[in-house]
């Protein structure tokens, strides 16, 4: 199990960072579900959640959501996923999670965004990668949606992702366990702390000229 998936899964379930009722209703996003662990989480608590993922994983994806009850069956059965424009879909519906093949990239859109939460655990492990996935979360968020990144997995990751994200977002640093902020972006000091495990909560910065959402 990543353990990022499992370090936000635990951040999402925990009462002390979101009191019962937090979620509910709320549109959230899980980008690279993996084996929809986070996904399954948020649904529990009420969330109308979409597992995003590549089509091979797809298959163990949805056979591990409708084990724990929470897989809304077939809205995407019948589309063909494409890069730049998903299908029209159904309403998400609170307590179930929704699966679709999607990519991520500079025409990353999505019809629902912005999503009231945005999630990628576990999901940068290569350089190349890092890019992408920050167009991703921007096209698919506003300055409202709460964007939650873990776990950023190799050396050489971690330094694109530091030198590439403040152009777009603006970082907190915080204690998973109670939601304690241990580091901020405007305060210079993630380089203090261990950033590559960290709960990281992004925020949108002002960017001219940058097209946003659909």
Partial sequence: MPTGGVRVARYLDNPAVFPPGTLQGKTLLD???????????AAKHGARVLA???????????????????????????????????PTTTALQEGKVAVIEFYWGPDAQHPHAPFDIVIAAACLYMPKTVSLLLHTLWNVSDDNSLIILCSILGANTLEAFVKEVGEFFEITALDDT????VGTSEEGNLASIDVA???LVL????????????
């Fill in 178 to 181: 109670d939601g304690r902020v």
């Fill in 52 to 86: 995003a993922e590549k089509g091979i994983v797809i298959p163990l994806l949805k056979e591990n959501l409708a084990s724990n009850g929470v897989l809304l069956h077939d809205i995407y059965e019948d589309s063909t996923p494409s890069s730049s424009s998903p």
């Fill in 203 to 214: 925020r949108r910065k002002a960017r001219d000229g940058v097209r946003v959402g659909l």
């Fill in 31 to 41: 980008l690279g579900s993996g084996c929809g662990l986070v996904a399954a989480v």
């Fill in 197 to 199: 495990t960290r709960v």
